[in-house]
């Protein structure tokens, strides 16, 4: 089974949202699921910071042995940083999906978005584990 935390927000896409103490910022990265399928990851490819996306416009992509994936905003806005670790280290979204290996950090442009996304349990029975 996936681990599936609650308190995050969730696509179908397989990624989530989790909001930060800082008013506004959220982290996005992909979930324990989407890493799982994806297989060992060796490169992951980011934006800069001050990039602006609107919701579900790529961002960046992955690429593991078994394939490479486009990544998705889940809510618009401005990215504050991207998680550099990664560069070195691509196998942190293996290891951490939801810790180190996050992907990157927004200022949203509409924190309303949020409430579009999936909470845990729907997202449980999205990939079916529900």
Do not use: C
């Amino acid at each position: 089974m996936s681990e599936v935390p609650d308190g995050l927000r969730y696509t179908e896409e397989h990624e989530y949202v989790r909001e930060t103490e800082a008013d506004g910022e959220v982290v996005v990265g992909i979930t324990d699921f989407a890493q799982e399928e994806l297989g060992d990851v060796v490169f992951v490819e980011l934006p800069r910071e001050g990039d602006s996306f609107d919701r579900m416009e790529p961002f960046g992509t992955i690429e593991a042995v078994k394939a490479v994936s486009e990544l998705y905003t889940p809510v618009s806005g401005e990215v504050i940083e991207a998680n550099g670790g990664l560069e070195d280290r691509p196998e942190l979204v293996n290891e951490e999906p939801y810790g180190d290996g996050w992907m990157i950090r927004l200022r949203l442009d509409d924190p309303s978005e949020l409430e579009g996304l999936m909470n845990a349990d729907e997202y449980r029975e999205h990939i079916g584990e529900g």
